[in-house]
């Protein structure tokens, strides 16, 4: 299974909220940013359903207008960030080891809106392993957030 979405527009962000929401055992989040609080939104509902959650973020982005890093890391959501003088650019997630969101898009209201942008949604093990390692990587190499 492939799927592949553009924005601007809903689809992206449709596609990301219903992916996530579909977890039952543990997401990985690696994003530039997380800013739509629509997104926030559907993380929150899988805190609630105490799936395991982690996310990476760019520590530059943290302090943008909108960010909602800290708001997540406040929630008990564990949360690093990648500290080193280059961005951290990724955007993709992992849900339960299998299904791996990827693309351009940025998890904010401005590629919903405005931005022509695209994700990939895929159930390739080949993709998920190899998502999967980079976020392991990353997330050894990355800071905890504390606040």
């Not at 982005?61 to 951290?88: C, E, N, Q, W």
């Not at 994700?119 to 800071?143: H, M, N, P, Q, R």
Request: with cysteine; glycine share 2%.
């Amino acid at each position: 299974m492939e799927k592949i979405y553009f924005s601007p527009g809903t689809d992206c962000l449709n596609a990301i909220t219903d992916t996530l929401l579909k977890a039952r055992k543990n997401v990985r989040i690696c994003v530039f940013t997380i800013s739509d609080n629509r997104i926030v939104d559907a993380i929150k509902e899988l805190q609630n359903r105490k799936i395991d959650i982690r996310i990476i973020s760019d520590n530059d982005k943290r302090f943008d207008r909108g960010s909602d890093i800290d708001y997540l890391t406040r929630r008990g959501i564990p949360v690093h960030l990648d500290l080193t003088s280059a961005h951290m650019h990724h955007k993709f997630a992992v849900i339960d080891n299998k299904i791996t969101i990827t693309g351009s898009y940025n998890w904010t209201r401005s590629a919903e809106k405005y931005n022509h942008e695209n994700i990939v949604i895929t159930d390739s093990k080949t993709i998920s392993k190899a998502f999967i390692k980079e976020f392991e990587k990353l997330w050894t190499e990355t800071e905890p957030l504390n606040n």
